[in-house]
């Protein structure tokens, strides 16, 4: 596999987005407890062949490594260089060599059929163009019988993003945001219509009080880029009615505080699915 990936200007803005964050994506336990819960539920086993498909800093590639072990081999792709650098650089500290990482979009990959025991995509679905089509690629990849599964938040999770799609929308901007794979049905037809069996979603809450600080964060850190969106929706927004939005986003936070800090739902699906044996 060639380490060049042809990205449209969409994925160029994320690969550039993710980069940017990635000396400190790793930071706080958030992101390595949702890839370990997507390792742990796939009870992989030693000399399996794994993909981690959009593996960032290799949080669910690594772990897979450590369980496939020498007589397995687990490959990570990516399209941020900055994420594939620290990827690299936990591998070299920790001394492994069954895994590897590539540059590569994850639409447009061309294993061999029947490749992989078991796909992974942790936390990076709804970055896909067409989330269905990358389902029948990535089905394509898997050995029969072969595992796939993805983590994925709810509709309702991360109070800053429901609250922004909700004022959005009164100036006729939709945002998708999670809305893709919102709740079990999406995730279950989203597998089926890919061609998925044995469908297993487990459901998991994370939710916590955040302050009002992180719950407005999502404005500044989270609506650039916005996943499955080309070009951002806000950009039809003039600056005046931006900013009118913005400050009723704001009120409509402060109006949700309470004494312990703002209720932050994080509803997270870890959804499985099998190729035909
Ligand atoms: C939230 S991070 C998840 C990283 C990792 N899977 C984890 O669980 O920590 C999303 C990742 O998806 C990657 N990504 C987005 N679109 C992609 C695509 N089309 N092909 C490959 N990687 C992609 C980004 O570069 C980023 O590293």
Redo the contacts with the bound molecule.
Sequence with gaps: MSNQAELDDY?QQ??DW?SRRSSN?DNGDW?PR??HRLVEYAQLRSGQQVL??????G??AIEAAQIVGDEGKVIG????TG?LEQARRKVKELQLSNVEFHL????ALSFPANSFDCVF????LI??SDLLASLRLWHHFLKPGGLLGF?AFADRAFVGGVVARKVLAKYGVSLLFNQPTGNVEKCRNLLQTAGFKAIDIQSEEDSSYISLEQAKGIWSNGLYPVPGQFPNPLLQLSPEKLAQARSEFDAELEALQTEQGIWNDITIFYAFGRKAA
Excluded: N, P, R
């Design positions: 994925k994320i690969a993710y994506y992101h949702i890839a981690d498909i959009a593996t960032g800093t949080l669910v792709i990516d399209i941020s994420m590569a979009d994850a639409e995509c942790s936390s990076a970055w896909m983590h």
